[in-house]
Structure formats: structure tokens, C-alpha cells
């Protein structure tokens, strides 16, 4: 169920560790939930071009591609946070933030989010019958972990893709689904972090959390 978003300074006024998560992504903010963190959204301004630090580097990874799109992120949340700091230091007070990035690898290939229909199909045949991996990237204070999950599919029928397409769920999701979805009914195995897959690691953030004060 969903609940109003406090603000910092609700949340500073409580006392208490609490946290800025620099994402839009409603499963982040469930896994946050899930670990009993508390935190407010610290999202880009209208005039923040927050889709281009995705944008891939020629050679790049998957691996490093992911770890350097987080480290950008954060850096850019910072950067907004001391700005709308300095503008209203009651309503913005300084706090760690957290920032992550998911993306979906077959082999050395990135698939990221698809950019229409056609695309999101063209990932889940390629995804279909196969393995792949998961890579989420989780930022702290600076502070950086990775998590990496392999995922095994079911091969898919040509009917279940246009479907699945056509349910709107593979939009804004790298590898053109979600794996706490429907794609849930064709994931043979996953050998990983069930959370990582969904977009934030629950073992890395805690992990990262603990020495800003938080107990689990």
C-alpha cells in the first residue's frame, strides 16, 4: 500500500537516521520500506537532463557501465542537494543519499531500457531460453557496492512477448521487464539476490547503511 512521502525536514524533526533516495523508482522506495528505512525523494529538477548519464560509453562493460552511471547519479543528487540546500537549509537539510542503477547484460551486451514496442520486444527474444545476468550498482555516502544475479528463462513463444509488450510493463525497466511481474512465471532459476533483480540489493544497502546508523 502506498503512503505519503515525508519530508526532510518532517524527517529530520523526528530524529534518527534517515536518508534522500535520488530515484523515481517505486521498487526502490518498497525495498526501502521493506528494510524499515526512512527516507524522503530527492529527484532532478526540470532542467536536469537525468537521462543522459545513461547514456553507454563506446567499449564500456556492462559492469563498468553500471558502476559508473551510479557514481554519476550520486554525484548529481549531491549536487542538487547543496543547491537546494543553500536556497532553504529547513526545507532541504543535508542527509546521506542513495542512489542505485539496474542494468541487464547478455554476455557483454547492455540491455537497458527499451526506447518503444519494437525494442522491448527485440530484448525478451533475445532474453527468451537463455541466461543472463543483473547487475545493480547501490551508492551510499559515496560509498559503492555490486550486486550481480544470474536470471534463466523458459523459452518464449511469440504470442507471450506481443502480450507482455502490450501490457506496458517492459517500459522504463532495463531489460524491458520486471521480474517481480509477469516475467516472474517464466524465471526458471535465479542464482542472486532477488531484491538486486527488482533494482536495489537488500544485503548491499544494508551493508552500506549500517555504519550511518542504521541497525537490521
Given at each position: 500500500?502506498?503512503?505519503?512521502?515525508?519530508?526532510?525536514?518532517?524527517?529530520?524533526?523526528?530524529?534518527?537516521?534517515?536518508?534522500?533516495?535520488?530515484?523515481?523508482?517505486?521498487?526502490?522506495?518498497?525495498?526501502?520500506?521493506?528494510?524499515?528505512?526512512?527516507?524522503?525523494?530527492?529527484?532532478?529538477?526540470?532542467?536536469?537532463?537525468?537521462?543522459?548519464l545513461e547514456a553507454e560509453l563506446?567499449?564500456?562493460?556492462?559492469?563498468?557501465?553500471?558502476?559508473?552511471?551510479?557514481?554519476?547519479?550520486?554525484?548529481?543528487?549531491?549536487?542538487?542537494?547543496?543547491?537546494?540546500?543553500?536556497?532553504?537549509?529547513?526545507?532541504?537539510?543535508?542527509?546521506?543519499?542513495?542512489?542505485?542503477?539496474?542494468?541487464?547484460?547478455?554476455?557483454?551486451?547492455?540491455?537497458?531500457?527499451?526506447?518503444?514496442?519494437?525494442?522491448?520486444?527485440?530484448?525478451?527474444?533475445?532474453?527468451?531460453?537463455?541466461?543472463?545476468?543483473?547487475?545493480?550498482?547501490?551508492?551510499?555516502?559515496?560509498?559503492?557496492?555490486?550486486?550481480?544475479?544470474?536470471?534463466?528463462?523458459?523459452?518464449?513463444?511469440?504470442?507471450?512477448?506481443?502480450?507482455?509488450?502490450?501490457?506496458?510493463?517492459?517500459?522504463?525497466?532495463?531489460?524491458?521487464?520486471?521480474?517481480?511481474?509477469?516475467?516472474?512465471?517464466?524465471?526458471r532459476h535465479i542464482d542472486g539476490?532477488?531484491s538486486g533483480i527488482m533494482g536495489?540489493?537488500?544485503?548491499?544497502?544494508?551493508?552500506?547503511?549500517?555504519?550511518?546508523?542504521?541497525?537490521?
Amino acid at each position: 500500500m502506498s503512503h505519503p512521502i515525508p519530508t526532510a525536514a518532517e524527517l529530520a524533526l523526528e530524529g534518527g537516521p534517515w536518508l534522500y533516495l535520488a530515484s523515481q523508482s517505486p521498487r526502490r522506495r518498497q525495498l526501502l520500506d521493506q528494510l524499515g528505512v526512512r527516507h524522503t525523494l530527492l529527484l532532478p529538477d526540470a532542467d536536469e537532463d537525468a537521462e543522459a548519464l545513461e547514456a553507454e560509453l563506446a567499449g564500456e562493460s556492462p559492469e563498468d557501465y553500471v558502476q559508473r552511471v551510479t557514481r554519476a547519479k550520486w554525484q548529481a543528487a549531491m549536487a542538487r542537494l547543496q543547491a537546494r540546500f543553500c536556497r532553504d537549509p529547513e526545507g532541504w537539510p543535508l542527509g546521506p543519499i542513495l542512489c542505485a542503477d539496474t542494468t541487464v547484460a547478455l554476455g557483454d551486451t547492455i540491455l537497458g531500457k527499451p526506447a518503444d514496442a519494437a525494442d522491448a520486444a527485440r530484448m525478451l527474444r533475445r532474453l527468451s531460453g537463455g541466461s543472463h545476468r543483473v547487475l545493480t550498482a547501490v551508492c551510499v555516502h559515496g560509498q559503492l557496492l555490486l550486486n550481480t544475479s544470474h536470471v534463466t528463462w523458459r523459452e518464449l513463444d511469440e504470442e507471450e512477448v506481443q502480450r507482455y509488450v502490450a501490457s506496458g510493463e517492459p517500459f522504463g525497466k532495463a531489460g524491458a521487464y520486471a521480474i517481480q511481474g509477469r516475467s516472474g512465471a517464466w524465471t526458471r532459476h535465479i542464482d542472486g539476490s532477488h531484491s538486486g533483480i527488482m533494482g536495489l540489493p537488500l544485503f548491499e544497502t544494508a551493508e552500506l547503511l549500517k555504519p550511518l546508523g542504521w541497525s537490521f
